[in-house]
């Protein structure tokens, strides 16, 4: 199966199977969310990010295997709406970044701050801060150690650009300078990331227009 990273509202999920590593894509809601999950292929434990809406298909996609957490990429409604219920049904931990736990109504029991990793089974996750669309804005990574890292940038990273700062030019510097330094000067062009809505993308293909991205302002 050929994972293309391309979902609709109430379609399937796409699926991409790495080595140690299991991801599910699946849009909800009527904003077109991305929810991922992922699943360790040697533990079976699973990680949901972000459980945006549509509790019952959420439920559907864990499926049989339990979740033993859920990590809220940013504060945002339209990224939580599904969060109580499906903690309800799971007793999953929760993560999300320390700067945004307070505009989050289902409580976080483990804020995470800049380098810190969240584990799904024998898989580490790195914590990205990256301030601007949100105080506490988060992305994943996951260093697949046998290939290309794979970057789940919540909405901080988008194919064309970097996340709404609501025409504010400080958290626009902010976000813009943060994804440069800590995304794009750091990992390679090969880097696959899967954002909070719509399709994804690869650092290469959105390198060259960083500068364009700088002088528009968003």
């Known amino acids: 199966m050929t994972y293309h990273g391309k979902v609709t509202q109430g379609g399937p999920s796409d699926v991409r199977e790495l080595p140690e590593l299991m991801i599910s894509k699946m849009s909800v809601g009527e904003m077109d969310n991305n ?16 459980a ?27 990224h939580w709406q599904a969060l109580a219920d499906v903690c309800s049904a799971t007793g999953a931990d929760t ?9 989050i109504p289902v409580p976080t029991t483990h804020p995470v701050r800049d380098g810190d990793t969240i584990q799904v089974g024998a898989c580490s996750l790195e914590v990205i ?11 994943l990574l996951y260093d697949d150690p046998s290939g290309t890292p794979h970057l789940f940038t ?4 988008f194919p064309g650009g ?10 626009f510097r902010s976000l813009f300078r943060d994804v440069s330094t800590k995304i ?10 899967y954002p909070g809505h719509g399709n994804d993308s690869t650092l290469g293909a959105e390198r060259p227009h960083l500068a364009e991205w700088e002088a528009r302002g968003w």
């Open 35 to 50: 929810t991922y999950l992922l699943r360790c292929r040697r533990t079976d434990q699973q990680l949901l990010v972000d």
């Open 52 to 78: 945006a809406a549509e509790p019952d298909r959420i439920m559907a996609l864990v499926g049989e295997g339990g979740l033993a957490s859920i990590v809220t990429t940013h504060q945002h409604w339209d």
């Open 95 to 103: 993560y999300a970044g320390a700067d945004d736990v307070e505009g």
């Open 129 to 139: 801060h990256l301030v601007g669309h949100t105080p506490g804005s988060i992305a």
């Open 154 to 157: 919540g909405d901080s990273l």
């Open 162 to 171: 970097v996340g709404n700062t609501f025409g504010d030019a400080d958290n």
């Open 184 to 193: 794009f000067d750091r990992l390679p062009d090969e880097t696959w990331f």
